[in-house]
């Protein structure tokens, strides 16, 4: 295992005042929304009898909760996140991992389904925790209203190559979102945004092609042996 420490801070880091208020007023209004109805959900529970907390409107009520609470984690997260990769304050534990062991289930990213086609023995050279984050990234944006998501994967030379279908890829949706762009339900607004910062610090790159998303990450110098 070998530890990469950034000292400068990235590109993304040198956007103007007005453009990075802009990308600050969208958070805030995405962050608004799950926090309004997490806080409105809690108070009308504590209003209720104890008997109206365990019945249908109360069950009811603490759903909605967990899903306001888990889309503003998300939120969150990803916004701290980015700030960080912005100014290069994040510490690398770089080390080799197995292709498939960096994709999430269907569920976790709202995908109708989740087909893999990696080639054996496929691995990728990154710090894990960031690598997951990228694959997270390009597999929400894939799949975007509940579409259907198929990756196939391959070594490409010194690159590890996947090919995200799913739902239209194009280059406007690696952007930053800013003011009035439309936001996720998912709370999965800025997962593209961290996906782009993460994958430039590894060493590799997203892209939209053809309306396929194509992420490419750094391989081993010597393929795994297939078994």
Request: glycine share 10%; proline share 7%; with cysteine.
């Amino acid at each position: 295992m070998s530890e990469l420490r950034p000292t400068s801070p990235s590109a993304e880091s040198s956007a103007e005042p007005e453009e990075k208020a802009s990308q600050l007023a969208f958070v805030a209004h995405e962050i608004r929304n799950p926090l309004s109805t997490a806080l409105w959900s809690a108070e009308l529970l504590a209003r209720m009898t104890p008997e109206e907390r365990g019945g249908p409107r109360g069950e009811k009520l603490s759903r909605m909760s967990l899903r306001a609470l888990t889309r503003l984690r998300r939120l969150v997260e990803d916004h701290l996140l980015t700030a960080r990769l912005d100014v290069g304050g994040i510490p690398l534990d770089v080390e080799e991992i197995p292709a498939r062991e960096m994709f999430p289930g269907a569920g976790a990213v709202g995908a109708g389904s989740l087909e893999l086609e990696l080639e054996s023995g496929l691995s990728v050279v990154a710090d894990p925790s960031l690598a997951r984050r990228v694959v997270e990234g390009v597999l929400l944006a894939a799949a975007r209203g509940g579409a259907e998501v198929r990756v196939t994967g391959s070594r490409k030379g010194r690159l590890a190559r996947f090919r995200v279908e799913g739902a239209p890829a194009t280059e406007e949706d690696l952007a930053d979102p800013r003011r009035g762009d439309p936001g996720d339900t998912r709370g999965a607004a800025l997962a593209m945004p961290v996906a782009r910062r993460a994958c430039l610090l590894l060493g590799g790159a997203i892209r939209a092609e053809d309306g396929v998303w194509v992420l490419e990450l750094p391989a081993p110098e010597t393929p795994r042996r297939q078994s």
